[in-house]
T-cell receptor
Framework: SAVISQKPSRDICQRGTSLTIQCQVD?????MFWYRQQPGQSLTLIAT?????????ESGFVIDKFPISRPNLTFSTLTVSNMSPEDSSIYLC???????????FGSGTRLTVV | RKEVEQDPGPFNVPEGATVAFNCTYS??????FFWYRQDCRKEPKLLMS???SGNEDGRFTAQLNRASQYISLLIRDSKLSDSATYLC???????????FGTGTRLTVIP
């Protein structure tokens, strides 16, 4: 199955600043997905990142707040902009795993905004 | 209405017990179904896909009932290492993203 390297694994940030999260996949994938998991909750999709086009955002998420880059088929970044304490969450990237017919996740970025 | 709903749990069971988790989904066009396991402070990991014919992997059995839009996971002979949160996950036809249930926490007690 695909192997995803996600970093940073955790960070504590001041409100009003921005954090960029990176995901590197060991194989080429068409789509990469960014999820948020708030404390005690399940995962919610933020956006789908396609190489060579704008990301597709889900309802409640906007590009100005969560800009995404997808420069090639193995890499993507998610930026959490102008952070507030409500952005404290775990952020995970994911790719479709053709071998398992499921989806593989990065190890997650635990963000705390103070 | 949520796309995917699960038993809220938590389930606390003794070692060796059999435990079953249930899940319902709202969109009849859903095409693929999964159970994921998430350990504390870790990412979700695929436990098993769920097929219409039902499937078994060792102590784990998954069932899908499309008519009732219902998915189940049965764990036999529970081990301490089975303690985790189990997420019911659905992929809708034509969509590329997953819909997650809120998860059911299982604790297996010695």
């Amino acid at each position: 199955s695909a192997v995803i390297s996600q970093k940073p694994s955790r960070d504590i940030c001041q409100r009003g600043t921005s954090l960029t999260i990176q995901c590197q996949v060991d194989s080429q994938v068409t789509m990469m997905f960014w999820y948020r998991q708030q404390p005690g909750q399940s995962l919610t999709l933020i956006a789908t990142a396609n190489q060579g086009s704008e990301a597709t955002y889900e309802s409640g998420f906007v590009i100005d707040k969560f800009p995404i880059s997808r420069p090639n088929l193995t890499f993507s970044t998610l930026t959490v902009s102008n952070m507030s304490p409500e952005d404290s969450s775990i952020y995970l990237c994911s790719v479709e795993d053709g071998t398992n017919y499921g989806y593989t996740f990065g190890s997650g970025t635990r963000l705390t905004v103070v | 209405r949520k796309e995917v709903e699960q038993d809220p749990g938590p389930f606390n069971v003794p070692e060796g017990a059999t435990v079953a988790f249930n899940c319902t989904y709202s969109n009849s066009a859903s095409q693929s179904f999964f159970w994921y396991r998430q350990d504390c402070r870790k990412e979700p990991k695929l436990l098993m896909s769920v097929y219409s014919s039902g499937n078994e992997d060792g102590r784990f059995t998954a069932q899908l009932n499309r008519a009732s839009q219902y998915i189940s996971l049965l764990i036999r002979d529970s081990k301490l290492s089975d303690s985790a949160t189990y997420l019911c996950v659905v992929l809708q036809t034509g969509a590329n993203n997953l819909f997650f249930g809120t998860g059911t926490r299982l604790t297996v007690i010695p």
